[in-house]
């Protein structure tokens, strides 16, 4: 089966929702043995395979989790348009790129390859265990960019969740000086946080969540703020994370109340160069293809990100998928056979 429509069709009704790759798990690891790979899988259920072609490989790598409603998806395909029956996601994001590659391999692979197929890429805490020293491909592709096809992208941000929490007293609103009000300090910090894009767009700081207080006739005893910051730039997100520690530990001072100040979810990010070999090479895959090459400074994150910490240069290539994460979601059929069409000029050409 060497259909890339085919074959997404059927992986799309596999439900995968993140931390449930089990089924489609499965299915891969038993068309990965039959094409003669060899597997590996790590403890959160990452599948690395290699095959056997001697010379130096190229790494792709996907995901196989979904975001939901991503159960019992029913693919329909009318007018050129593969979109679901709207009661759920498509879940192109991103087994658009697995049947690519399933269909690509299938065609002809007779240069040396990997494979990473990752769980849990939708909520983190999947591919950041994986056992990188397996690898040998110095350079890898991700097809994970929701744009037209042509898309490159050139970086992505580091990215860090904060959470602060402020302590005071709490006491009956009729007798606010017997108790210490929690909400000033946050409030004050807050006030001297700028919050957006900043740093003509290097950077984004969010405020996503500020709770706290008991009653509306109670002095607030706890306030607790989370928020994160993201930045193109090491340097910037350095200082921005030491600005907010500062803001708050100087607040909690002042109005004499405890703070604490954690960090979780960390994500490297990664730059590459408008010059790298790699990037010159994939755009005149593309160019060859009749497919304008187009370079974007400005993403989200990916598997990407963590393939690129590790020392793997991964590029994160466009996949043409429309309205990811939304009952709209939707690929063209033309696009999906395109797809397919470049992995396979990749495995031959890069």
Same mark, same amino acid.
């Given at each position: 089966?060497?259909?890339?429509?085919?074959?997404?069709?059927?992986?799309?009704?596999?439900?995968?929702?993140?931390?449930?790759?089990?089924?489609?798990? %499965?299915?891969?690891?038993?068309?990965?043995?039959?094409?003669?790979?060899?597997?590996?899988?790590?403890?959160?259920?990452?599948?690395?395979?290699?095959?056997?072609?001697?010379?130096?490989?190229?790494?792709?790598?996907?995901?196989?989790?979904?975001?939901?409603?991503?159960?019992?998806?029913?693919? *329909?395909? +009318?007018?050129?348009?593969?979109?679901?029956?709207?009661?759920?996601?498509?879940?192109?994001?991103? !087994?658009? #790129?697995?049947? #690519? *590659?399933?269909? #690509?391999?299938?065609?002809?692979?007779?240069?040396?390859?990997?494979?990473?197929?990752?769980?849990?890429?939708?909520?983190?805490?999947?591919?950041?265990?994986?056992?990188?020293?397996?690898?040998?491909?110095?350079?890898? %592709?991700?097809?994970?960019?929701?744009?037209?096809?042509?898309?490159?992208?050139?970086?992505?941000?580091?990215?860090?969740?904060?959470?602060?929490?402020?302590?005071?007293? #709490?006491?009956?609103?009729? @007798?606010?000086?017997?108790?210490?009000?929690?909400?000033?300090?946050?409030?004050?910090?807050?006030? +001297?946080?700028?919050?957006?894009?900043?740093?003509?767009?290097?950077?984004?700081?969010?405020?996503?969540?500020?709770?706290?207080?008991?009653?509306?006739?109670?002095?607030?005893?706890?306030?607790?703020?989370?928020?994160?910051?993201?930045?193109?730039?090491? !340097?910037?997100?350095?200082?921005?994370?030491?600005?907010?520690?500062?803001?708050?530990?100087?607040?909690?001072? !002042?109005?004499?109340?405890?703070?604490?100040?954690?960090?979780?979810?960390?994500?490297?990010?990664?730059?590459?160069?408008?010059?790298?070999?790699? *990037?010159?090479?994939?755009?005149?895959?593309?160019?060859?293809?009749?497919?304008?090459?187009?370079?974007?400074?400005?993403?989200?994150?990916?598997?990407?990100?963590?393939?690129?910490?590790?020392?793997?240069? @991964? %590029?994160? %290539?466009?996949?043409?998928?429309?309205?990811?994460?939304?009952?709209?979601?939707?690929?063209?059929?033309?696009?999906?056979?395109?797809?397919?069409?470049?992995?396979?000029?990749?495995?031959?050409?890069?």
């Amino acid at each position: 089966m060497n259909n890339v429509i085919d074959i997404f069709l059927s992986i799309v009704k596999i439900d995968s929702p993140s931390g449930k790759e089990g089924q489609i798990s %499965l299915f891969l690891q038993k068309w990965l043995t039959n094409n003669k790979f060899q597997l590996k899988i790590d403890t959160v259920g990452n599948i690395y395979a290699k095959n056997n072609v001697k010379g130096v490989p190229l790494l792709f790598c996907a995901h196989m989790d979904t975001v939901q409603p991503g159960e019992n998806i029913n693919p *329909i395909v +009318k007018n050129g348009i593969i979109k679901s029956d709207g009661k759920t996601i498509l879940g192109a994001d991103n !087994k658009a #790129a697995i049947a #690519a *590659i399933m269909s #690509a391999v299938d065609t002809n692979c007779n240069r040396s390859l990997e494979i990473l197929f990752t769980v849990k890429e939708e909520t983190g805490d999947g591919v950041e265990h994986f056992h990188f020293e397996w690898i040998e491909a110095k350079k890898a %592709l991700i097809f994970d960019s929701v744009k037209p096809l042509g898309g490159i992208i050139l970086r992505s941000p580091y990215i860090y969740n904060f959470d602060i929490q402020f302590t005071g007293k #709490a006491a009956h609103s009729s @007798t606010p000086n017997a108790g210490i009000n929690a909400f000033i300090p946050a409030f004050k910090m807050l006030s +001297k946080l700028p919050v957006g894009s900043i740093d003509k767009d290097e950077t984004t700081i969010n405020v996503g969540l500020v709770e706290g207080g008991t009653g509306i006739n109670t002095i607030p005893n706890t306030i607790h703020i989370q928020g994160e910051v993201r930045s193109y730039s090491k !340097k910037l997100f350095d200082q921005h994370l030491k600005k907010i520690k500062q803001l708050a530990e100087k607040y909690a001072t !002042k109005y004499k109340v405890k703070y604490t100040f954690a960090l979780n979810g960390y994500c490297s990010g990664y730059t590459h160069s408008y010059k790298d070999p790699l *990037i010159g090479l994939v755009s005149n895959i593309f160019l060859q293809s009749a497919i304008k090459p187009v370079i974007y400074a400005h993403s989200g994150v990916s598997d990407a990100n963590v393939l690129n910490e590790h020392g793997i240069k @991964t %590029l994160n %290539l466009s996949d043409g998928v429309q309205f990811p994460h939304t009952t709209s979601e939707q690929i063209n059929v033309q696009d999906l056979i395109n797809l397919s069409k470049l992995v396979q000029k990749c495995i031959t050409e890069l």
